[in-house]
């Protein structure tokens, strides 16, 4: 195969050039991005020809928050997600017991989503798959449905986070999880391995991954970058994150040294300060609508948030936390102004660290984010899955405080840094559909243009997790030959405001135009990461 490969008669998404139909690469490079007629000039004999058949070429994305064994996991496990009641839940159930053997593992289930919003009780799951350990991960993977014999077999009893059944959080769900999910190295490499080939059939060429105790053990990361070092040209990019709170420079320093490689992007990710909306472990200044004596449960006080990012800060390592209720953020927001205090805005500023999820966030914490150079990882589909009118978030929180959530849109207008991902397993690996939620997000305010979320799912990931390559995230002459190629029915310049959007269309707007996203999304039909192919949909090949 020529290493000069020449793309046309498509759409290449690239500032270099609105208009462009054609794309030389030479290696794992761009060379070269312009029209039909120039392409012409400079197609010879040494270069492999590829016809896009009016496909579009977009920079790869990059999921800024995923769990990679835990996606694997969801992935060849029972799917739950579309259960519409817990009768279709406990009947899924049996029927995995009566034609596989082993626990009875499921993911992706939402009682949110229920028209009877009631779990099951630990008899009516035990009835489902009698004497065989069940464990099903609700959809935010913050807690799980456990069966009696698998909480005997786990030592649940009088654990913090188990009251007799059936939802385990907390101390109990880590129990279980450790239980049920025993792993071996081979095992927790192929979970990895289906994940990443998953991300790069749906248009990705990076990840970060935000690897945590509590989640899986530093046994995780060592198999993951076994599996890099193994395939990795082969795979999307990883940046791993781990969630390990260090009190000095040295620690932060050698906890991330102890890993062995430079993949190790920082201290953070799932670092929780609190837990999450739907299993009701996210801290709140209010208690919960649908739960008055609960205001959620915080893991992290701002004395000991300050501590790591002053640690952090100290040893040039990025730090981070994930937050979700507004009482967890009051929190993150004086940890960061204790820290400031003793180092001082600039050398924070420097350090780039990052807040994950910030689903109830304020002006006061606005401020803090902007005036610390700290970026916010954001999850779009959130706010699709679980927002508007009796969704989770208002069963939740009521009308008001639910209005106020995921805004995408009031955090890039305030110049706060953004990026996107889907905290997958919790919401599908799902790139458009990400977009799509930022142009018609239940909040008008929160809303974005097409191309802002593009950029926040592209380039800002990049940025995100501190690549030194200015031109990552970009199609131009120079830059890394990294993106994917989608089949797309139509193209235009897309903003909430559908004025804008109606005259943008056309092409003398001198913008980029992404795919129209209406009910059907683009399909990816290759991924191409430096120059290598890591994904090409079946029959597509040239």
Request: hydrophobic residues 45%; negative net charge; glycine residues 10%.
């Amino acid at each position: 195969m020529s290493a000069l490969v020449m793309y046309r008669n498509g759409a290449i998404y690239s500032p270099a050039d609105p208009f462009a139909t054609a794309m030389l690469t030479d290696g794992g490079e761009v060379a070269w991005v312009g029209q039909e007629a120039a392409a012409d000039a400079l197609v010879d004999a040494n270069m492999e020809v590829i016809d896009l058949e009016g496909a579009l070429i977009a920079p790869a994305f990059v999921d800024s928050h995923v769990h990679l064994t835990e996606t694997g996991v969801a992935l060849a496990s029972l799917d739950l997600s579309g259960c519409a009641s817990l009768e279709e839940l406990l009947h899924a159930v049996a029927e995995r017991a009566a034609t596989q053997e082993g626990p009875v593992i499921g993911a992706g289930w939402d009682e949110s989503l229920w028209q009877e919003v009631r779990l099951p009780s630990v008899d009516e799951l035990e009835d489902a798959a009698p004497g065989r350990q069940v464990y099903l991960t609700r959809v935010d993977v913050h807690s799980g449905l456990v069966n009696r014999t698998l909480a005997q077999a786990a030592g649940l009893d009088r654990m913090d986070g188990w009251s007799g059944g059936p939802l385990a959080v907390r101390e109990a769900h880590t129990r279980v999880r450790a239980q049920v999910l025993d792993f071996t190295a081979a095992s927790r490499m192929r979970y990895q391995r289906l994940a990443l080939d998953h991300f790069a059939a749906n248009g990705y060429a990076a990840v970060a991954e935000m690897g945590a105790p509590q989640i899986g053990t530093r046994d995780d990361v060592t198999a993951l970058n076994t599996l890099l070092d193994a395939d990795g040209q082969d795979l999307p990019a990883v940046r791993i994150y781990w969630a390990q709170q260090v009190g000095s420079a040295d620690e932060a320093r050698e906890v991330l040294a102890g890993f062995g490689t430079e993949r190790m992007a920082g201290l953070g990710g799932d670092l929780n300060i609190d837990g999450s909306l739907g299993s009701w472990t996210a801290r709140l200044r209010a208690p919960y609508t649908d739960e008055p004596s609960h205001r959620g449960t915080l893991y992290l006080e701002a004395e000991t948030i300050a501590e790591h990012v002053v640690a952090c800060t100290e040893a040039g390592i990025q730090a981070g936390f994930h937050v979700i209720g507004d009482a967890g953020m009051d929190e993150a927001v004086a940890g960061f102004r204790l820290a400031e205090q003793r180092v001082g805005a600039a050398a924070i500023q420097r350090a780039r660290h990052r807040l994950e999820h910030a689903e109830m966030i304020d002006e006061q914490a606005i401020a803090a984010m902007l005036e610390l150079g700290v970026t916010v990882s954001m999850q779009p589909l959130f706010d699709a899955m679980w927002g508007g009118p009796g969704a989770e978030y208002e069963q939740r929180l009521g009308a008001e405080r639910s209005a106020a959530m995921n805004e995408v849109g009031r955090l890039l207008a305030a110049g706060v840094p953004v990026c996107l991902g889907s905290d997958s397993p919790v919401t599908a690996n799902s790139p458009w559909a990400t977009v799509k939620a930022c142009l018609e997000h239940h909040t008008e305010s929160a809303r974005v243009s097409a191309r802002a979320a593009f950029v926040a799912h592209t380039r800002a990931g990049y940025r995100a997790f501190g690549d030194p390559d200015p031109l990552a995230g970009q199609l131009v002459p120079g830059s890394e030959a990294t993106f994917a190629i989608w089949a797309a029915s139509e193209l235009a310049v897309q903003t909430p405001d559908a004025r804008v959007s109606s005259w943008s269309t056309d092409a003398r707007a001198g913008t980029p135009m992404l795919p129209v996203l209406d009910e059907e999304l683009p399909t990816c039909l290759r991924t191409v990461r430096r120059g290598r192919t890591i994904f090409e949909k079946s029959g597509t090949g040239k």
